[in-house]
């Protein structure tokens, strides 16, 4: 079945530091692929996303690049701060079975000053 | 704005009676899902379904029941809770347009069986 893989957390950080959350996935299909944030005590929101291979998803200085080779979505941005603190979870959507969609377990990031 | 409600927002119930979380949305989607958050496990789904009275189950829907008899309301049923249901539970719907694929969620209803 379908899976997504993503880096073990916590993830702790100074501001200003770079950030690398390592995605992985496993799909029969040809998925989109989605990176969410999660803030304390809030519902995900989506943070950026990509709907095929080579795609780059951009959003708030986070960026992540559809890699079809290495059945990988990797999430980066160059300098976080503490506001970036959140959980953070990587998914795939497929456009056949009612658009379920498959998450990772989240990765917890906390920045600090 | 998805324009998602999720009630009630925090529940505090007893192993063994009959618990019911309620999703409303305003947007008029056909997709709707509900999932659970745990520690270490991420989002799991429930339950979805893809339009009034179509419902399908997800991977971890022993113990609970949905129902669907209008497009924008979506119930989650625990007949008889257990401590194990202790969770987070969402509510999503599924975006389409522009936003096909991306799932919209609510705010989260907690929910705590003693």
């Known amino acids: 079945g379908d899976s997504v893989t993503q880096m073990e957390g916590p993830v702790t950080l100074s501001e200003e530091a770079f950030l690398t959350i390592n995605c992985t996935y496993t799909a029969t299909g040809y998925p989109s692929l989605f990176w969410y944030v999660q803030y304390p005590g809030e519902g995900l929101q989506l943070l950026l996303k990509?709907?095929?291979?080579?795609d780059k998803g951009s959003n708030k200085g986070f960026e992540a690049t559809y890699r079809k080779e290495t059945t990988s979505f990797h999430l980066e941005k160059g300098s976080v701060q503490v506001s970036d603190s959140a959980v953070y979870f990587c998914a795939l959507g497929l456009n056949t079975n009612a658009g379920k969609s498959t998450f990772g377990d989240g990765t917890t990031l906390t920045v600090k000053p | 704005d998805a324009g998602i409600t999720q009630s009630p927002r925090h529940k505090v119930t007893e192993t063994g009676t009959p618990v019911t979380l309620r999703c409303h949305q305003t947007e008029n989607h056909r997709y709707m899902y509900w999932y659970r958050q745990d520690p270490g496990h991420g989002l799991r789904l429930i339950h979805y379904?893809?339009?009034?009275?179509?419902?399908d189950k997800g991977e971890v829907s022993d113990g609970y029941s949905v129902s669907r008899s209008k497009t924008e309301d979506f119930l989650l049923t625990l007949e008889s809770a257990t401590s194990s249901q202790t969770s987070v539970y969402f509510c999503a719907i599924k975006g389409g347009g522009a936003d096909a694929g991306e799932l919209f969620f609510g705010e989260g209803s907690r929910l705590t069986v003693l």
């Open positions: 990509a709907t095929k291979a080579d």
């Open positions: 379904s893809y339009g009034v009275k179509d419902t």
